[in-house]
């Protein structure tokens, strides 16, 4: 093979990207140059370079399908001095038949490094490879899914929405269903969102999830989406039980979406007053549920927040809610608001006059040379209504 100057893999891989292909025989030439090396450490970082992404290596496999770089490596393997990324790579070959040389390859000496290779193989168009691969990663999954479980599930469940990648995804729950809740536990860490909902839903189903662990989830997990559904079920177990001290713990949740779950679990319970304080909270939602609490309690909460905005410092909520709540001609009270010491509630007073249909053009005009641009933003689109 002749290249030009040899570059770093990083520099390939990179370059293949930005040229959408178009460079992808530097990258090949430098995954070679890795795989003759020989140097366990360096062929371990390339592995996880091209496999850091579930995305980049379903990319990387079509861009090199028809590299003629390939066709060395194919004759390689086939007399048996194709080393491991070589071996990995042969896999994404045009020719149906080295791609199935090359996953029985993988499978001889499996390792986590290249278990992606053999996944995106498990939805090749061509029966014979992907009957191979399919039957060689269930293998894995049930023989030890300890290791190998959470480098599938990274990969299987991107490559599932790709036809005939339904399979896969299928065997991954299989796999799941029969594992310790530790290595459940282990993908709840991952990065990649689509793992840790995985595991979630996993171990929902099986009954691993007790209270303490869902409202420890809902807490201080890193994915919305956990933190939403594990909300809700806390929730929900908190009002079949009348558990108003969980609710009011998740209450005091600084994400807005566990609090309105654990709110609406104490409207259940009959709590209107608790709610019906939050009137000036930072959530749309939460601030609905309060003004629902305040009709059924007695207070209106129009004239509260007449009164809450027409303070020296009032909060982004209240005007918010204000906004939500008043009419056009409560709009006036929001005027003093322009000429604000704080960016934030000159921005909030406009945005909530632009709500109101109560801009006063010849106020919020200046606005534009505001020197805060949220404030700027919010008068050029105040001032867009009244065109």
């Known amino acids: ?42 062929i371990a970082a390339a592995f ?10 379903a990319t990387l496999d079509e861009y090199w399908r028809n590299e003629r770089a390939l066709d060395e490596l194919a004759l390689s393997l086939r007399v048996g001095k194709a080393g491991l ?52 990663v269930i293998r894995l999954l049930h023989d030890d899914p300890a290791t190998y479980l959470r480098p599938a599930a990274e990969t299987m469940l991107h490559l599932g929405r790709r036809r005939r990648g339904g399979f896969g995804v299928r065997q991954l729950y299989a796999a799941a269903y029969d594992v310790p809740a530790e290595v459940l536990e282990r993908l709840m860490c991952s990065v990649n969102s689509a793992v840790p909902r995985f595991a979630f839903e996993v171990r929902t189903r099986r009954g691993d999830l007790k209270l303490d662990d869902l409202v420890r989830l809902a807490l201080t997990h890193s994915d919305k989406g956990i933190r939403v559904r594990a909300g809700e079920a806390v929730a929900r177990d908190a009002v079949w039980t009348g558990r108003v001290d969980v609710l009011r713990k998740l209450a005091a949740c600084r994400h ?76 006036r009270l929001l005027y003093p608001l322009l ?43 105040a001032l867009g209504t009244q065109v």
């Not at 996880?48 to 290596?57: D, G, Q």
């Not at 038949?97 to 053999?118: G, I, Y």
């Open 339 to 381: 000429r604000h010491p704080v960016a934030r509630v000159r921005a909030q007073a406009v945005g909530a006059l632009r709500i109101l249909d109560a801009v006063p053009v010849d106020s919020v005009r200046p606005m534009v040379e505001d020197p805060s641009r949220r404030v700027v933003r919010a008068a050029l689109k």
């Open 48 to 57: 996880e370079k091209i496999t850091e992404t579930p995305a980049l290596i």
């Open 256 to 331: 807005g979406e566990v609090r309105i779950s654990a709110l609406t679990g104490l409207a259940r319970l009959g709590h209107w007053e608790e709610i019906a304080g939050l009137l000036d909270d930072r959530s749309t939602l939460i601030r609905a549920l309060a003004r629902d609490a305040t009709r059924r309690t007695g207070v209106d909460a129009v004239v509260w927040y007449r009164s809450a905005v027409s303070v020296a410092n009032p909060s982004l909520g209240a005007i918010a809610g204000f906004a939500e709540s008043g009419r056009a001609e409560d709009g």
């Open 1 to 42: 093979m002749i290249f030009g100057k040899k570059k770093s893999l990083a520099e390939a891989l990179q370059e293949t990207l930005e040229s959408r292909g178009s460079g992808v025989g530097m990258l090949v030439e430098a995954l070679v140059r890795v795989d003759k090396s020989g140097d366990a450490a360096e």
């Open 85 to 136: 990324l070589a071996t990995a790579i042969v896999a994404s070959h045009r020719n149906g038949r080295m791609r199935e040389l090359a996953v029985t390859r993988l499978l001889a000496k499996p390792c986590p490094a290249t278990l992606p290779f053999l996944l995106l193989r498990m939805t090749d168009w061509a029966s014979p490879v992907s009957d191979v691969a399919r039957a060689g």
